[in-house]
Structures are given as structure tokens and as C-alpha cells.
Nanobody, 124 residues
Framework: QVQLMESGGGLVQAGGSLRLSCAASGSIFPINVMGWFRQTPGKEREFVAAISRSGGTTNYADSVKGRFTISRDNARNTVYLQMNSLKPEDTAVYYC?????????????????WGRGTQVTVSS
């Protein structure tokens, strides 16, 4: 089984930065693509970013392009989300996800494994 553990969430002022981390453990050999999603109360979980196993392919939601950067360190089995120029509308619980498929899919149903989430709050 694969376990994903997020860290790095917190409270930040608008315009500030945070870096989220997600460490994978357990039987990680099926993991190919890793990604981030976010969710606010009463809304669907939405795609933020994804990265291929090699790191050569990334995919971002339009709302975060140019502000967020996804990266991964396969030696540490960890994926990161660097979030800059944060806005109050970025406030959400951020979830790490992983899939055995090969594409950096933005679709929630394509991901096999999920973390428990970390809260990010951006104050205005």
C-alpha cells in the first residue's frame, strides 16, 4: 500500500509564499505521476498541478500558472508545490495525489492514492 503525507501548510498573508511537501512511503513502486489538488467547503476537489515521474512533464491549472511550481525528488520519494504570490482565493485544503498511469492528468478519478491534506490559509 502507498501512503502519502503532506506538510508545509499554514497561514500566510496575501502576496506571500509557502512550500508544500508530500512524502510517499510504503509500496511506492506503482507510483508514476504525482499531483496536487485542493478543496474548499462545499466545492469539488479541484486540480492544481501534476508532474511526471521524470519531472519532464508538468501540468497546471490556469488559476495557478505562473505562481505555483511543482517539482519532485525521486531519491526522497517527495513532491513539492512552491506557491508564490498567494491570493485569498488559494485558501483550501491541499491534497497530494499519485497515480500509476503515465500522464499528468488533471482528473481526480485518475489518481489511485491520496494524502489526508494540509490546510493553506491566505489572509487579505
Amino acid at each position: 500500500q502507498v501512503q502519502l503525507m503532506e506538510s508545509g501548510g499554514g497561514l500566510v498573508q496575501a502576496g506571500g509564499s509557502l512550500r508544500l511537501s508530500c512524502a510517499a512511503s510504503g509500496s511506492i513502486f506503482p507510483i508514476n505521476v504525482m499531483g496536487w489538488f485542493r478543496q474548499t467547503p462545499g466545492k469539488e476537489r479541484e486540480f492544481v498541478a501534476a508532474i511526471s515521474r521524470s519531472g519532464g512533464t508538468t501540468n497546471y491549472a490556469d488559476s495557478v500558472k505562473g505562481r505555483f511550481t511543482i517539482s519532485r525528488d525521486n531519491a526522497r520519494n517527495t513532491v513539492y508545490l512552491q506557491m508564490n504570490s498567494l491570493k485569498p482565493e488559494d485558501t483550501a485544503v491541499y491534497y497530494c495525489a499519485a497515480r500509476s498511469g503515465g500522464s499528468a492528468s488533471p482528473l481526480r478519478q485518475d489518481y489511485n492514492y491520496w494524502g489526508r491534506g494540509t490546510q493553506v490559509t491566505v489572509s487579505s
